[in-house]
């Protein structure tokens, strides 16, 4: 009977803490996710996952314990975990005075990305902002700037994509394009680590759930 190799890891999480002052944001967490899949995040505010997604993407640092994400050390090779991986926060990191387009362009050339122009373009249509390209981001709602940010995001192409709370702050329509290029990235084999309160619309997402409590995982 042949064996099968077991899949390669998108992430390995060995015992790690994070500590704040005297207050305990993760504790001992250990976990493995396979490249390829899909996790959904969940936990009432203050349960540690924005916290665990910060330090997934080399943001922040853990207290204790270590971590590999994508087979790579996320402290030894941050500079490399960082190349492959995008995070949609709370913060979007856009320039306010700068348009969508210009905010895309100067990504993109940051990138190095042939035919820069034509890639924004496409972007800024996928995310519903083709009529918005040339205003300047100051004047965006909050829910025109979550399309934005996911645009910064496809713009990567990451092999690992860590969304928090993506559907806050977007229209019905907006949601319906979140959920449509999520789908889209999967499709591609991208890693998608999804934390979101919406539960029934995240596991239609996702493939499997850590559901975290003070910092540590319990069963959901």
Same mark, same amino acid.
């Given at each position: 009977?042949?064996?099968?190799?077991? *899949?390669?890891?998108?992430?390995?999480?060995?015992?790690?803490?994070?500590?704040?002052?005297? !207050?305990? &944001?993760? $504790?001992?967490?250990?976990?493995?996710?396979?490249?390829?899949?899909?996790?959904?995040?969940?936990?009432?505010?203050?349960?540690? #996952?924005?916290?665990?997604? !910060? =330090?997934? &993407?080399?943001?922040? +640092?853990? %207290? $204790?314990?270590?971590?590999?994400?994508?087979?790579?050390? /996320?402290?030894?090779? !941050?500079?490399?975990?960082?190349?492959?991986?995008?995070?949609?926060?709370?913060?979007? @990191?856009?320039?306010?005075?700068?348009? $969508?387009?210009?905010?895309?362009?100067?990504?993109?050339?940051?990138?190095? $990305?042939?035919?820069?122009?034509?890639?924004? +373009?496409?972007?800024?249509? *996928?995310?519903?902002?083709?009529?918005?390209?040339?205003?300047?981001?100051?004047? @965006? +709602?909050?829910?025109?700037? #979550?399309?934005?940010?996911? /645009? !910064?995001?496809?713009? *990567?192409?990451?092999?690992?994509?860590?969304?928090?709370?993506? @559907?806050?702050?977007?229209?019905?329509?907006? =949601? &319906?394009?979140?959920?449509?290029? =999520?789908?889209?990235?999967?499709?591609?084999?991208?890693?998608? =680590?999804?934390?979101?309160?919406?539960?029934?619309?995240?596991?239609?997402? %996702?493939?499997?759930?850590?559901?975290?409590?003070?910092?540590?995982?319990?069963? &959901?």
């Amino acid at each position: 009977m042949m064996q099968t190799e077991p *899949k390669a890891l998108a992430l390995d999480i060995r015992d790690v803490s994070k500590r704040y002052g005297p !207050r305990w &944001a993760l $504790a001992r967490l250990s976990y493995s996710l396979p490249l390829g899949t899909s996790l959904l995040l969940t936990g009432h505010n203050g349960s540690g #996952k924005s916290t665990l997604l !910060r =330090i997934i &993407a080399t943001s922040s +640092s853990p %207290t $204790a314990g270590g971590l590999s994400v994508l087979g790579l050390d /996320a402290r030894e090779q !941050r500079e490399d975990v960082r190349r492959q991986t995008a995070l949609l926060s709370h913060s979007s @990191f856009l320039y306010e005075d700068l348009t $969508a387009e210009q905010n895309l362009l100067l990504l993109a050339r940051l990138l190095g $990305a042939a035919h820069a122009r034509d890639i924004v +373009s496409g972007l800024l249509t *996928k995310v519903g902002l083709a009529t918005r390209a040339d205003h300047a981001v100051r004047t @965006f +709602s909050a829910g025109m700037r #979550k399309r934005l940010a996911i /645009a !910064r995001v496809l713009l *990567k192409q990451p092999r690992l994509v860590l969304l928090d709370e993506p @559907f806050g702050e977007l229209d019905p329509a907006g =949601i &319906a394009a979140m959920e449509k290029i =999520i789908g889209e990235m999967q499709d591609k084999g991208t890693t998608v =680590i999804l934390a979101t309160h919406l539960i029934e619309q995240g596991r239609a997402l %996702t493939q499997r759930r850590l559901h975290l409590r003070e910092g540590r995982a319990v069963a &959901a």
